[in-house]
């Protein structure tokens, strides 16, 4: 089965520019996840979808971030206006999360590297 | 609040030896997951432990699960310079959420 996509890989930007990144889950996962994760350290949840609802935002620095799922499937995160912090690697993942299975594994993407100068 | 900690953060090995890297968390939880990470790639799945005494293996890699002691150690066999990697354990809460330890940077040197 396909893996889990996301776009751009690289994207350089100067501080106060706007993002989006994309990501589109495994076939059939309902659960989406988008992690920042800064050089030397572990993923950093910032927001979790099922299906095209929010689970949970609270990591999510809503001044600047947002994210959407629209219709379930795909998702896209946007930062407006970025940070010199907001520099690291957005990891989308997906998640079966089915009740049959009980693993909840998450598979990741390969991420986009955020260069903000 | 569910806490997750890993040791080493940093090792350095010769090919050949065997060692080990602990995960301890903080509260009950019935999953654990093991991810491996290359420099400049994302996470790989290695492992999904669910249940007290399991133990799985994969090549020169053994993990296992002691939910008594909330304990998972990845033990690494007669280490080869490919498994060179920073390792992650995370644990499953009720959310569905992991939360992640800080990583292991594991350094196998010829």
């Known amino acids: 089965e396909a893996g889990v996509a996301q776009s751009p890989r690289y994207k350089i930007i100067e501080k106060r520019q706007s993002v989006a990144f994309w990501c589109n889950p495994i076939s059939g996962h309902a659960t989406l996840y988008w992690y920042q994760q800064i050089l030397g350290q572990g993923p950093k949840l910032l927001i979790q979808f099922q299906n095209n609802g929010v689970v949970d935002d609270s990591q999510l620095p809503k001044d600047r971030f947002s994210a959407e799922r629209l219709k379930g499937v795909d998702s896209t995160l946007k930062i407006q206006p970025a940070k010199l912090e907001d520099s690291a690697v957005y990891l989308c993942a997906s998640s079966l999360n089915s009740f049959a299975s009980a693993i909840y594994e998450q598979y990741f993407g390969p991420g986009t590297r955020l260069t903000v100068t | 609040e569910l806490k997750v900690e890993q040791n080493p953060l940093f090792l350095s090995m010769q090919e050949g030896k065997n060692y080990t890297i602990y995960c301890n968390y903080s509260?009950?939880?019935?999953?654990l997951y093991w991810y491996r990470q290359d420099p400049g790639k994302s996470l790989e799945s290695l492992f999904v432990l669910l249940s007290n005494g399991a133990v799985k293996q994969e090549g020169r890699l053994m993990a296992s699960l002691d939910t008594k002691a909330r304990l998972s150690t990845l033990h690494i066999t007669a280490a080869v310079h490919d498994l060179s990697a920073t390792y992650f354990c995370a644990v499953g809460d009720s959310n569905y959420q992991l939360i992640w330890g800080a990583g292991t940077k594991l350094i196998i040197k010829p």
């Open positions: 509260t009950t939880s019935d999953r």
